[in-house]
């Protein structure tokens, strides 16, 4: 399924010429998605909807994002909050701790690959236009978006504490097997256990026993009968604590 | 497991002598959960839990429950929000359409039954300590919580719309039989709609084929793989028009 949909995906999509922008080396930053993410937040949203095979019942729009993501009056994580995935063949600068949001952008430099081919054809297309140094765009040349995660505030009345649910968490494909998904995962679990929060809880396709082992390993909590994962207690705060 | 762990339930539970209240005619009134209801609505989580199994993971203080749904500066359905089903064999009086909250009492009077026969052990416990018409307390004498759901917002990146996610629906167990659950669905699908929201999700175990079946009757739409259910579109709006 996973080919099938990509390759669907790829031929509606104009091929670019890819680079050999990536040698042996790849850096990544995770941070809040601001306005100027709706475009490639979008077609992200689109591309998992048709990896899940969910097209027919999809209705987001630029508009609905905006109005969903960013009209609330609550800061990031208090409502729908979207986390933008960056990769870049040179290291990101680290941030200034930011006092206005209550989210500092996770940085993990110089990933080493022994071969690191990576045929992005929609590399041009997801260029970054995020620029958040103060700096012109020229500081984004080479940063281009690979996923995103999708969360809100939940609550369960079983548990003292409130958590985060996960929506979405969306790696493109070509950036797969190289452990981003792990940590957008691990930074969902660090602002929550950051945050005061009792669990992270997402939903599982019952066919999908890879992942459900994978988040098992994690430790988390798999309820078969609700597909339901929960991520909390001491596991919670274990993998909050590291997202290495 | 239902016979049991309510005969559990019932054992911990000091007997009360049950009277004859409910004379072929019951009144139901839904409404927003105040400060006075909490140590009612911990007496029914902790029985819900019970009924689920469990009881281990359970966590949920008096303390925690105020915290969650009274502390947030958020209105009502803006934030985690209980509704307390209240019943009576007294008609309720019509409330006057607040302009406080963005939620009015949902009143359903003289329930018809031909033998009415209610055997409720914690009539006393479950008295209703609500007193909303700004009278005395005498105005409740004969009002007793019955069950209770718990809602908060919700959203998914496939849907244009955002939603209220049904995290507990309980009516215990001698009040049901007698459409209280379907009349506090009713109550939230018609929330949802009113505040323009585009659907209701909730899980359900695999295991409860027959609430699933229930559910599906009512026009929501059951995803097997992760064993949410979701009602949205002209079903929703169907559902959230009627409530009877």
């Given at each position: 399924m996973?080919?099938?949909?990509?390759?669907?995906?790829?031929?509606?999509q104009?091929?670019?010429?890819?680079?050999?922008?990536?040698n042996?080396q790849?850096?990544?930053r995770i941070?809040?998605?601001?306005?100027?993410?709706i475009?490639?937040?979008?077609?992200?949203?689109t591309q998992?909807a048709?990896?899940?095979g969910l097209?027919?019942i999809f209705?987001?729009?630029e508009?609905?994002?905006?109005?969903?993501?960013?009209?609330s009056p609550?800061?990031?994580?208090?409502?729908?909050t979207a986390?933008?995935?960056e990769?870049?063949p040179?290291?990101?600068?680290?941030?200034n701790?930011s006092?206005?949001?209550?989210f500092v952008?996770?940085i993990?430099?110089?990933y080493?690959?022994?071969?690191l081919?990576?045929l992005?054809?929609e590399?041009?297309?997801?260029?970054?236009?995020?620029?958040?140094?103060?700096?012109?765009?020229?500081?984004?040349?080479?940063?281009?978006?690979?996923g995103h995660?999708l969360?809100y505030?939940?609550?369960n009345?079983f548990?003292?504490k409130?958590g985060?649910?996960?929506d979405?968490?969306?790696?493109?494909?070509?950036?797969?097997?190289m452990k981003f998904?792990?940590?957008?995962?691990?930074?969902v679990a660090?602002?929550?256990?950051k945050?005061g929060m009792?669990?992270v809880?997402w939903?599982?396709?019952?066919?999908n026993?890879?992942?459900?082992?994978?988040?098992?390993?994690m430790?988390?909590h798999?309820?078969?009968?609700?597909?339901?994962?929960?991520l909390?207690?001491d596991?919670?705060?274990?993998?909050?604590?590291k997202?290495?």
């Amino acid at each position: 399924m996973e080919y099938s949909t990509s390759s669907l995906i790829n031929s509606f999509q104009p091929k670019e010429k890819h680079t050999t922008l990536f040698n042996h080396q790849i850096s990544a930053r995770i941070r809040l998605a601001t306005e100027l993410d709706i475009p490639n937040l979008h077609k992200l949203v689109t591309q998992m909807a048709e990896y899940h095979g969910l097209s027919q019942i999809f209705t987001t729009t630029e508009t609905s994002l905006y109005n969903n993501l960013f009209k609330s009056p609550n800061p990031p994580f208090h409502s729908p909050t979207a986390l933008i995935l960056e990769i870049s063949p040179n290291p990101f600068p680290q941030t200034n701790h930011s006092t206005t949001t209550n989210f500092v952008p996770i940085i993990k430099n110089n990933y080493n690959f022994d071969n690191l081919e990576i045929l992005d054809h929609e590399l041009e297309t997801y260029r970054s236009k995020f620029n958040g140094h103060g700096h012109d765009n020229s500081n984004n040349c080479n940063v281009y978006v690979a996923g995103h995660v999708l969360v809100y505030p939940s609550y369960n009345g079983f548990f003292e504490k409130p958590g985060l649910f996960l929506d979405q968490m969306f790696v493109r494909k070509c950036y797969r097997g190289m452990k981003f998904g792990k940590l957008l995962f691990s930074v969902v679990a660090m602002q929550a256990e950051k945050m005061g929060m009792g669990m992270v809880d997402w939903l599982v396709a019952d066919w999908n026993e890879e992942t459900i082992n994978f988040y098992e390993k994690m430790g988390a909590h798999y309820i078969p009968e609700y597909r339901l994962c929960k991520l909390y207690g001491d596991q919670l705060q274990a993998f909050g604590r590291k997202s290495d």
